[in-house]
Structure formats: structure tokens, C-alpha cells
């Protein structure tokens, strides 16, 4: 039983919690609770489980039930737990999990795929919540800048409720540049601005699909908007400036969706 | 000038920021950051205005420009107001506001009124997002039972970027009696749950209309969603179990809007 903080995969865990850098280089990240550990071993990417002393007999009767005997599992003493813990009442299982990897080409390649393309989403809650309603909506995947909030943020990976496990995503250096390349694969890109021309309920949405969500403060980049193919909006009453990022996403997922389903 | 944490209006503001009982017998709040404070100056709904020592010029700078010369303004040493603040680099400016009120018969009374009810949303980002939606969506005022995170917490109010001092609301002690309420005034209740019969664009949503949305975890409970007129649902692809609360408020309430406004 691990019993101190400074054990070397505790260690490793609170590392891997807090630097994206790290994260990268591992290849791996953290997930906690037992929802998203048992995701996890579903899509066979649980490296290693850490229980807590006092979760044992849970996770050993769900281990029984889930089928899921063959995984490597360390128990931890329930004060370490508690301080390697991202939440206040921790459930007592988290595990190291390996990063998913999906082939841009592949997903490009998909009959009419529908792409959300984030521009420097900095938000972890709006970010995996676009994932997990991006899932809903059935997009083909998320694109995601540098500049956006890593996707392997405990927080991120916590508000996309599992999705971060069946959702496909890439990461580009840059939004304007991967217009351009959707564009000469047949894409018709949509960004969604608070000046754009057209009321996001009047477009079709057909084939090939990027729509295009901004910063939370700034929106998008200019010499981005300018490269998209459509000017959007969403109509708004009274004296708001502009919605939630997420919110904005998941209405023009939703009209994408409702188009394409008719 | 304020120099200490234990000066009574400091600790005032902290008991504010922590008990929604205490907010509620003062019938006050604390909004923080120069946007907020100023709509609340717009809203005549500011009491006293604290400035940091280091925001103090920016803050006589904008409120010549803003006309606002008579709020009583208190000067907070910079060290007292990072102690204070809720935020990691604090712009230096929070402010005791009085509770909107509203009347709830009035708000009934309105020409077709739409309303979106909340029975027990417990995530402060969620309650202030869905406010800050219901705005933009053009609905006439959310309603929320006792069980709902307090509406005066920080979070929520960060979260509504304004809108809570433009948005009209009421509070109930149970969702249930309300809906019953509703009807006998005309109106036509939809619940929103996993298992609605009726896909939600399908509906007209003309007249007197309320939503329902419920708990993160747990839905509508039963009781309230057995009194509904119709039970909607909104499709979801992939393995999903649900879609954030915001989120669905935000489809369900703009679905109102693009329906009414044909």
C-alpha cells in the first residue's frame, strides 16, 4: 500500500494534474471517480488504478461485475488519497489513462463529416462541455487550437462526462491555416460572429461542415473570420453582448444536426 | 482608507460572499470587477463601491465618464482588498448591491409570457449561465425553487455577466405547486427529461409557456414532471447519457424564441 505523498507515482500523478507539458510528454493523463475510471478501462486506456484504502471493497465488487480483473492496482492509504484528490468528498479511484489519438485524414475523409473548430477556447468547463455536446449532436469531431485550454486538464476532462473517450478530436497550430485546408477538401466553413451577416438558423449545412466557435473574451481572430466561407449569428435579445462559448457551440451543433437529420 | 481584514465592513462582505441566510436578511450581495459594478450603478442597485488604493485612479477616471459621482465610495488598502476578492489578480473594485425584487403576478400577467422554470440546479455556472441565456432567448423571467443554488452566490453572479440585474426572476418553495399555479393561468408546461415522448422542435410553444429543467444529476423529479402538459426530450447521438443543464436550458429556451418570433 502506498502510504506517502512522496512516493514516486504520487508524485507523478500530481505532476501529471498540473502540467500540460508533462502530460504531453507521458502521453498520459488523470482521470478521476468511478465513472470516468471505468470509461477508461472500457476504451482500454487505463494504464494503472489507484484505490483508496477505504474504496477497496467497492472497486473490487464493481472490478467482479465490470469483468475488468486484468488491470494493474495500487492501493493507497486513504489520507494520501485525499491529498492527491482534485475534489473535496473523493470517491477513491483514479486512474493514469492513455491519451486517446485520432488520424485527421481518417476523420477528413468520413461521408459529410461535421467538424467544431475551437479558436483558443480558454474556459476547461466550456471546453469539455463542447466535447461532451458535440458527442450529442453527433459531430464528426472537435478541432482545437494551441491557444485553446489543453483537453487533458483534470477540469476539462471532468465537465466532458466521458466523452473525452468516444469524442474524436485533433489540435492544429493554427485556425486560419486549417480553413484553408478544409477548405481545398470541399469544406463550407461557418464562423460564428456577433457581426456575422446571416441568423444561424438560416443556413442549410450541408456536406461537408466546419463551423467555427472563438475566445470567451475576444471571439474569433479576424484574419480567421475572414478565411470562413459564411458570417453567422445568433440572434439575441435584450441587453446581452454575446452567450457562453459552450452555449453558442451547442446551438449550432444542434441546427447542424437538425439540418442534416431532415 | 481601510487597512485591516477585521474592520467591520471587510468582515461584512465576506459573511456576504459565503452565507446566502446572511445575504438574504440583509437583502444585499457583492458583485466584484468594474462591469459588474457599473451595471449595478446602471441599475441604481449599488449601496457602497470598494476601490483597491492601485484601481482608484481608473475608477475616478471612469466614473466621470459614467456621470456616477454620488455612490459612496470606500478606499481599501491593496493588500485588505487582494484578501477580499474572490479572483487570483482582482481589478480592484467590488460592490454591496441590493436584491433585485420582482413581482410575481405581474411577471404572469405579461402578454404571453414564456418562462423557464429550474426545479433544484445546484451548479453556480450553470444557474448563471442559463440567466444570462434566458436573456439572450428573450424569455420573460426564470423561475427556480428554493432547492437551487442561491442566486446572490458569487459564482452565479459572475457567471450571469450582468444579466441578473436586467433578467426577472422569482423564487418558489416547490415546483409542483407552481406548475399547478401556472396552468390555472393558461399556461402550458413542458418537462424536459430523458425520456420525453415528444422530440422538443417539434412543439409550437405559443401562449403562455414554462419550461422545465431539472437537477444535473437527477432530472425533474417525478411529482413535478407527472403535472407537466407535455414531456419533450432532446435527441442526442453517440453514448451520452445527457447534455449539461445550461446547455439543454439554452436549446429549449432559444427553440421558444425561433418558434415565437416566425
Known amino acids: ?29 488523470i482521470v478521476e471517480g468511478f465513472k470516468m475510471v471505468e470509461e477508461a478501462l472500457r476504451y482500454k486506456k487505463a494504464r494503472i488504478v489507484y484505490v483508496s484504502e477505504d474504496a477497496m ?8 461485475e465490470d469483468g475488468m480483473k486484468s488491470i494493474r492496482c495500487e492501493e493507497v492509504s486513504t ?20 491519451m486517446p489519438e485520432y488520424d485527421r485524414d481518417a476523420l477528413l475523409e468520413a461521408e459529410h463529416p461535421a467538424l467544431i473548430c475551437l479558436e ?11 466535447m461532451r455536446t458535440a458527442e450529442g449532436a453527433g459531430m464528426t469531431a472537435v478541432v482545437m487550437t494551441k491557444g485553446c485550454v489543453d483537453l487533458f486538464n483534470p477540469k476539462v476532462v471532468r465537465s466532458t462526462m466521458g466523452a473525452m473517450f468516444r469524442m474524436p478530436f485533433y489540435i492544429v497550430e493554427s485556425m486560419t491555416e486549417e480553413i484553408r485546408h478544409l477548405q481545398g477538401q470541399g469544406f463550407t466553413v461557418y464562423s460564428s460572429q456577433l457581426d456575422g451577416s446571416r441568423n444561424f438558423t438560416e443556413c442549410q449545412y450541408q456536406g461537408k461542415v466546419g463551423i467555427l466557435v472563438g475566445n470567451e473574451a475576444n471571439g474569433i481572430r479576424p484574419e480567421t473570420s475572414a478565411c470562413a466561407n459564411e458570417k453567422i449569428h445568433i440572434p439575441m435579445e435584450g441587453e446581452v453582448e454575446s452567450l457562453n462559448a459552450a452555449v453558442s457551440a451547442a446551438l449550432l451543433m444542434y441546427e447542424v444536426h437538425r439540418k442534416r437529420r431532415k
Open 79 to 98: 489520507s494520501v488519497f485525499r491529498q492527491i484528490s482534485d475534489t473535496e468528498t473523493p470517491q477513491g479511484v483514479l486512474a493514469l489513462v492513455e
Open 1 to 29: 500500500m502506498i502510504e506517502s505523498t512522496s512516493n514516486a507515482q504520487m508524485k507523478k500523478i500530481q505532476k501529471l494534474k498540473k502540467s500540460a507539458k508533462f502530460r504531453r510528454q507521458e502521453h498520459c493523463f
Open 120 to 130: 483558443d477556447v480558454q474556459d476547461p468547463g466550456n471546453l469539455g462541455t463542447i
Open 57 to 64: 471493497e467497492e472497486w473490487q465488487a464493481r472490478r467482479i
